[in-house]
């Protein structure tokens, strides 16, 4: 009887955490998949009293007009230039950090993690006029560089912050025994740490790469023709000053989205084992 009991108890708790789990994906998928059908219907089927999800009739207008008439494909081309660019500078940079600041005993390191971390606090609207001024002087408006050095700048401490903490999980007898072989620190980083630590590194470097993929302000500011401007920028300037084009819009965002989450699919093993491995120290 009490086996009968507990069997149908657990039996509840599945089914409850399946309809729990159903309507989460629901609810996180369904602006998207909503944005997928909007893209394949035609303007005044949006705007009318009762819009459809399934699209009738279903069109590739919307696809055609973003890469034939508008070129939405620089647009993409300039927002991988920059986003890869950002993510390997950081994840290169944040590793060496974060490495001296988990092997060196520094009395105030984590005074100074915590002052890294506080820089990107700052609301970009009150830096966005300083640094325009400052790439104005320095020549560098409306190039890769300037987007790529500012946002280094804003993932840079994100990225150190997180595998700091995952490099803290390594045991130091690994880097005892490279010292012994003659390797060095950098070598020790090298052939040692960074391959102990891919789950991470994707992790981080995925985090990096959507912030920049997504970034709109600096890319709106620093920026002003179609051979640097990023996919933000271009799908804000598909909006006119009488009409709003959707369709176009929807296309669009369904173009810059798809990468990202196939990105994530194709590497959800690493990214759970870079969000659990580094949350228990041994």
């Not at 069997?7 to 998949?33: C, D, H, K, N, Q």
Request: glycine fraction near 6%; include cysteine.
């Amino acid at each position: 009887m009490m086996a009968e009991v507990g069997y149908r108890r657990s039996g509840a708790r599945s089914a409850l955490f399946l309809v729990g789990a159903t309507a989460i994906v629901l609810w996180s998928s369904g602006p998207f998949l909503w944005q997928i059908s909007t893209s394949f219907q035609l303007d005044r089927a949006l705007v009318s009293p009762t819009p459809s999800l399934i699209p009738h009739p279903f069109i590739l207008q919307h696809f055609l007009n973003i890469f034939l008439v508008k070129h939405f494909q620089f647009y993409v081309l300039n927002s991988i230039i920059v986003a890869i660019s950002t993510t390997l500078l950081c994840l290169a940079f944040g590793a060496m950090a974060a490495y001296a600041l988990s092997r060196l005993k520094m009395r105030w390191r984590f005074g100074l993690l915590g002052f890294i971390l506080s820089v990107s606090m700052f609301p970009q609207i009150a830096i966005v006029g300083p640094l325009y001024l400052l790439a104005s002087v320095l020549g560098l408006l409306d190039t890769y560089v300037v987007l790529v050095i500012i946002y280094l700048a804003l993932g840079l401490p994100l990225v150190i912050w997180v595998l700091f903490g995952y490099f803290q999980t390594i045991p130091e007898e690994l880097d005892e025994a490279a010292r012994i072989d003659g390797a060095g620190p950098f070598r020790s980083l090298l052939l040692i740490i960074i391959p102990l630590s891919l789950p991470c590194l994707v992790t981080t470097g995925l985090l990096a790469f959507i912030a920049a993929w997504n970034e709109f302000m600096f890319a709106l500011a620093l920026t002003s023709t179609i051979a640097h401007q990023t996919v933000p920028v271009g799908i804000a300037d598909f909006t006119n000053l009488y009409y709003v084009p959707w369709g176009d819009i929807a296309a669009a965002s369904v173009v810059v989205t798809l990468p990202l989450v196939l990105l994530v699919l194709f590497f959800q093993r690493r990214i759970i084992e870079g969000l659990t491995q580094g949350a228990v120290k041994e």
